[in-house]
């Protein structure tokens, strides 16, 4: 029997170093789900423009999701601005994975959530292309010095893992504006569209709260933080932190007050 109802992840970056196939392999093999929801940038087209890492690991990754979606769990690909080249085959079902722009999902518990990359709310990425692939730059060599970062931690016996891209993120100010920015822009859009909430990824900041009266539910990466969304089979969404095999306390429906109901 499936583990939880969906599995939501994002921001994997396929065909880069800093990609952590081996931590996601060991997130998929334990939770099966009846459903998959891949949000964007699963491959790193950006990255492969200039060169290309596969590693055994990624290859087994894209031939798991392959095998899930054979078996009748429904895999669904949202493109994002790193893969940006297959939304021209929004619409298409490749390998029985469906691809889409975007798509809205009801949970368990009947709530409506847009599924959607996020890239659309980044006025940087969207109007300022050449300051997004500079900060792609920025953040890739940010990630590589934490992979050295890692093995001198581990060869001195520090426990725990400690991201320098994550650091990075929390200590700048004008990072964290934008972050608030983008969560409000999200929570905004799935307003007008009358939906309960929106989960997305492209930031790299995984979280899973209210705002303003509605769901903001961000799935994080896996590329230094390791971190993915599951719904539960009585609708709760819980974020999980595979990198420190931390969970965050689920997200359930707003509960009713007995003069509301």
């Known amino acids: 029997m499936p583990r939880v109802r969906s599995v939501f992840l994002s921001d994997i970056h396929l ?68 893969d940006e080249a297959l939304r021209e085959y929004c619409g298409v079902v490749f390998g029985d994975i469906e691809v889409a722009a975007e798509l809205v999902h009801e949970t368990a518990d009947g709530r409506r959530f847009l599924l959607i990359h996020g890239d659309l709310f980044d006025q940087v990425t969207r109007h300022h292309r050449w300051v997004a692939v500079l900060g792609d730059h920025a953040y890739n060599l940010l990630v590589r010095l934490n992979n050295w970062l890692s093995w001198g931690r581990r060869k001195l016996g520090l ?14 100010k004008t990072a964290l504006n934008f972050i608030f920015d983008f969560e409000e822009s999200a929570v905004h859009h799935a307003r007008e569209r009358g939906l309960d909430g929106v989960i997305c990824g492209h930031i790299h900041w995984a979280a899973i709260r209210e705002v303003d009266g509605l769901s903001y539910v961000n799935c994080g990466d896996w590329v230094d933080s390791c971190t993915a969304i599951v719904e539960h089979f009585d609708g709760r969404l819980e974020l999980v932190a595979w990198g420190v095999r931390q969970r965050v306390p689920a997200l359930a429906a707003p509960a009713i007050e007995p003069a509301e109901a």
């Open 15 to 82: 065909g880069t170093r800093a990609c952590q196939a081996e931590c996601l392999l060991d997130f998929l093999r334990e939770y099966s789900a009846e459903q998959t929801f891949l949000i964007g940038d699963i491959i790193d087209f950006w990255a492969m423009s200039r060169s290309i890492h596969w590693t055994p690991a990624q290859n087994t990754v894209v031939q798991k999701l392959l095998r899930r979606a054979r078996h009748g769990e429904r895999v669904v690909f949202i493109p994002g601005n790193h």
């Open 159 to 172: 426990a725990g893992y400690w991201s320098l891209a994550g650091y990075a993120k929390r200590k700048v």
